[in-house]
């Protein structure tokens, strides 16, 4: 079995990539597993700490489904659910130090919550009323990626661009396991091992592939790819927030210590459709999805604070009255949204419009004029 | 004749030619458990087994080039690349491949491949998934590239693409699969690179392809309302284009405006009127107009969407502003 070792930059070595070394901290019952290698990566992460990733998970949970019934009342044009991947999604992004950049695909809802985005222009693109709703530099994370896998190139250009300014940032792009077939994917890691870009690799295996189960993109675990690249690889329980964050931290911390890129397969399950169009009863076994809730990400954490008596209602209403209070402000936030003008389909082409578009704009919003109060 | 949808009418080709020859096969993405992305392929799996229909990984430039080889050997793969845009990650194996094995190995190997791919705009997929390239494919010495506009095109033009021995860029609409048309029943062949005059008419012509025709030809409807009459050609294909229809149409007609979905820049419509203007300019009471999109991105927000695509309003105003630079009157 292939094997490469990642060592932390001061002290103890991690053996990375062997079927006994799949991370996992918190099982889906809620039981606290020790680990002698990866313990110390999440050390400093506190009870009261790992109630507030909970509470990211929650909120997270709430801000999803709220977006699929805005989606369902005719709000948003689609929406590509995250629900069972939290974990995933919460304990990565918060291992991300401020000045690590983000290159996501597009269900990295989750992920932006974390990074600060704002809650309308978490559905802005998908209500159609711009293609760009954020500022990339302003949250450190570029908007979503549509085209399967190219993110994971651009990930580490930013990585190259990373070292030669000389500064310690890292990059984290996340993709799908039907990503990991594309071209540009593989071609990512050729380019990210060759320069030693910090870059983290971090595929969420949620199983399917709109229609395609992962069997058909791979015939062995996703992270055994990693290796032949030259680049470490670890897989881990997408759906235990802590293993998600210890993994994370180790990657990051080889990135920022230059030790170069780390890949990651976060092992999940995508419970709902590929988006608001797709239906998914058409293509996959109810039992699947009755095993998968079995290893629901929030109610594993709620099982590990009962154990611990921690599951308070002081922490019940905390969490409870937080998404309550976002759900509302995101709900407002889309239906409230200013509509973009006609005019602004001339916006953003080139950074100065050039002759051809200038004439066809003002050649149209002279025909608008014909009508009555002109747009 | 059945009324068929130009959906149904790919989906019984298809069905036909894996009956008629052991050689035709499917392969793609999701197009045998899910039965395609817009159900072209449905039912086929379940008839033919997954050697004839192959749901590949989620790779075009993979499926693409594997299909290319076993052409290589003799066999007839239809691809189908969910749409058109992404086959721009299939590119080279398109152009540098499909398109020059013929002539790059000295005329000892086929490619009869085909690609089944939808292009177009107006159903909210945005800017990355909402384009008309078919043009890049069109300016390609070595391949072929048909763009059927309703359901009887649709199963003439995809047996002959099958049964043709070059790669055939077979060009589909989204906004196309749900509309009907009598389709002819049993087999059709097609002649490829002819085109078609889909409606008869004496005061200018309308030059269009693919959904276009559509539009033009409920344009031709409503003037026809006022004593316009509106002569349409519709393309069927782009390469090889059939130059001589249209030139003898507005020959007959004196005017003519092209109708896009791609953009004006160099776009079809570019090639079109070029032509015009060589071969029929004496017999030109105006000059050629070009109605195509705007030249952005295509923004997602359906009215935005709208108003970037060129419509009947656009065609009509421009139809009108040919006949009257022309003197016409009724
Ligand atoms: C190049 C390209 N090919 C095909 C598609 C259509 N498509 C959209 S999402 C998707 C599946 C991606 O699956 P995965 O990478 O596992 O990500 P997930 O949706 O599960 O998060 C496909 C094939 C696309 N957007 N881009
Ligand atoms: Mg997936």
Redesign the interface.
Known sequence: MLRSTVSKSSDSEVDLLDDRDFVQLIDADGIRHPSPTIDQWVADVSDAQLADLYEDMVVVRRIDVEATALQRQGEL??WPPLLGQEASQIGSARALRDDDFIMPSYRENGVAYCRGVALDDLVR?W???A?GSWDPSEFRMAIPA???GAQTLHAVGYGVGILRDGADSAVITYFGD??T????TNEAMIFAATYQAPVVFFCQNNHW????PVG??ATRHISERAPGFGIPSMRVDGNDVLAVMAATRIALDRAHNGGGPTYIEAVTYRMGPHTTSDDPT??RDADELAEWKAKDPISRLEKYFESKDLLTDELKARVKAKADSVAAEFRAGCIGME??T?M???DH?TIEIDP??ER?RSQ?AA?LANFEGGE | MTELTYRQALNDTLRAELTRDENVYLIGEEIGVFEGSYKITAGLLKEFGPKRVVDTPISEEGFTGVAIGSAMLGLRPVVEIMTLNFSLIAIDQIVNHAAKMYGMFGGRVKVPLVIRTPGGGGQQLAATHSQNLEVWYAHIPGLKVVAPSNPADAKALLTAAIRDDDPVLFLENLGLYNTKGDVPDGEQVAEIGRAAIAREGTDLTVVSYSRGVVTALEVAEQLAGEGISIEVVDLRSLRPLDRVTFCESVKKTSRAVVFEDDMLSYGVGAEISATIGEAVFDWLDAPVRRVAAAEVPLPYAKPLELAAMPDAAALTKVIRETLAASGYRK
């Open positions: 044009g689609l693109v209500r159609g009323h293609h549509v085209i399967i039907g990503a077939s594309q071209g540009d592939a709109i229609s395609e058909l993109q058409r293509y509509e973009p006609i602004s389909v001339f082409v051809v578009l066809q149209y025909y």
